[in-house]
């Protein structure tokens, strides 16, 4: 939707048609080449500072997606005759390797939090879960706390698109999270707030402070090479989760992604990785010859 939205601003105050049948292919395209040559990296974001930088390939791709994914819709539900995205490109994203925390970086992250206040150990069970489930910054900060399953072992996300789903956790988070809420979740400021992550006052944590926390504490740790942030334990997961073993089809499901295409840009590995993954899984030091 926030993509949506600032396309609609574009048109808007480019003096460009904003009534949906009206909206022609070329104002589509002229949009994404304003995003490749006049706008920089963060200046939309809601929680990142702005940059001097281009917007990356892959962020410009993700736009074109949501352009095409809701003309599409709008055909499909009979809104529109023609489809006007039908013919838009999505351009092609540069193969880079996402930097993601390695063990070390993950150990020393969490050793600059202080378990001993209740503030600390909430934080603890935040970047715990970032950690072991992938889930968006949004979606964490909307986490309900019945949106909590301990017994199942899963989380119930609403993810983009008003999307539901179940997100698996492992015992360790899950006996996180009951000490959390038995012991150290302050008592809502209103009978009305049932987000599981409160501030000590009581009131929901927005996604911008959660965010600033993970920066915070990435600071504190003395982290280099790698920006700290909840989207990098995002990549961390799908990357460890791979590695340790589990699957593409899975790994999708649990990160909410309709198309594995999109998964894929989280799963560059570096060249010591895929030696050591070949070093693993070598079909001639696996087989007795």
């Known amino acids: 939707m926030q993509k949506l939205r600032y396309l609609h601003r574009y048109l808007e105050r480019r003096g460009l048609p904003t009534h949906i049948p009206e909206i022609r292919i070329d104002h589509l395209r002229a949009f994404l080449v304003h995003l490749q040559t006049e706008v920089k990296a963060g200046c939309n974001h809601p929680y990142k500072p702005a940059t001097s930088k281009p917007l990356s390939s ?21 809104y529109i ?20 925390l390695s063990d070390d970086q993950i150990r020393r ?18 970047a715990l879960t970032f950690l072991d489930t992938g889930i968006r910054l949004t979606e964490l900060a909307n986490l309900r706390i019945d949106d909590v399953d301990l017994e199942k072992g899963h989380l119930k996300v609403m993810g983009k698109g008003w999307k539901e789903r179940l997100v698996p956790i492992g015992a360790r988070v899950q006996k996180a999270l009951w000490k959390y809420i038995h012991r150290y979740r302050p008592e809502p400021a209103h009978p009305a707030i049932l987000n599981l992550f409160l501030s000590q006052r009581g009131y929901p944590l927005s996604a911008d402070r959660i965010y600033r926390m993970t920066r915070a504490y990435g600071e504190k740790a003395g982290l280099q090479g790698v920006r700290c942030s909840p989207h990098t334990f995002r990549h961390t997961f799908a990357k460890k989760f791979l590695l340790n073993g589990g699957d593409l089809f899975t790994l999708q499901k649990i990160l909410g992604h309709s198309s594995l295409d999109v998964v894929r840009l989280y799963l560059n590995l570096s060249p010591e990785e895929v030696e050591m993954q070949h070093r693993k899984y070598s079909p001639v030091d696996l087989m007795r010859l």
């Open 58 to 78: 892959l962020t410009i791709a993700g736009y074109a997606r949501a352009i095409k994914a809701f003309f599409s819709w709008l055909s499909r539900e009979g």
């Open 81 to 100: 005759e023609d489809n006007p995205a039908q013919l838009l490109k999505v351009p092609k994203t540069a193969q880079v390797i996402v930097p993601t």
């Open 109 to 126: 992250f969490f050793g600059a939090i202080d378990l001993s206040k209740s503030s600390g150990f909430r934080d603890y069970c935040i």
